[in-house]
């Protein structure tokens, strides 16, 4: 049996800590209103940086983890700037611990939601997460592809995210938003079949 990797764990942990963070400052510092282009910008930036890293890591893995490294410099510079804010306004009957209480009750009354958060989180455990290492791992040791196409495959998957994030942003929000949103994703989980088949590189690409 493989040891318990602690540090992945942890840094696991630490990243869905990160994106709860992140959700719960934009509620605060974004109106409402300009939320939905505010979270178009941030699956851009989500889908073209891996696509950049992909072009970079195909000719120089050294130079994609050094700059990776430069990122979070600038990122520690824009949290230095950063100022304090006036603290929300609460009601001295309400705690954080209330709020949170009735967040989480809210969630477990909404059927929509706890299925959706169910049904992502079993996605992302089971196929996005695993195929961001099996698809490497296909290309080299079963289609004998080189880096370069490796980096390349990651390259194609963040442009058609990006791509995908700007097609939708300027579409008509949709009236069964819900079912609609579930048909997409079902059908993009689906897609991770065609590995089951593939023995090209280019169907690969497709996943």
Request: some cysteine.
């Amino acid at each position: 049996m493989e040891p318990f990797n602690s540090e992945f764990f942890v840094l696991t942990l630490a990243l869905v800590g990160v994106v709860i963070i992140i959700a719960a400052l934009l509620s605060g510092l974004i109106d409402r209103s300009d939320l939905p282009q505010v979270g178009v910008f941030l699956a851009l930036g989500a889908m073209l940086g891996p696509a950049l890293a992909g072009i970079i890591a195909a000719y120089s893995t050294t130079w994609a983890i050094a700059i990776d490294c430069g990122t979070f410099v600038v990122s520690a510079g824009a949290l230095a700037l950063m100022r304090a804010t006036p603290k929300p306004e609460r009601s001295s009957a309400t705690t954080m611990l209330d709020e949170i209480r009735a967040g989480l009750r809210f969630v477990r009354t909404t059927n929509w939601i706890w299925t959706t958060l169910l049904g992502v989180t079993l996605v992302n455990a089971f196929t996005f997460t695993p195929m961001s290492v099996l698809i490497p791992l296909f290309l080299r040791e079963s289609l004998h592809a080189s880096k370069q196409v490796v980096g390349y495959s990651f390259a194609i998957s963040g442009l058609s995210g990006a791509l995908g994030a700007l097609v939708a942003s300027n579409l008509k929000m949709p009236k069964r938003r819900i079912r609609t949103m579930w048909t997409y994703w079902s059908v993009g989980t689906l897609s991770v079949l065609i590995m089951g088949i593939a023995t090209n590189v280019w169907e690969v690409f497709l996943v």
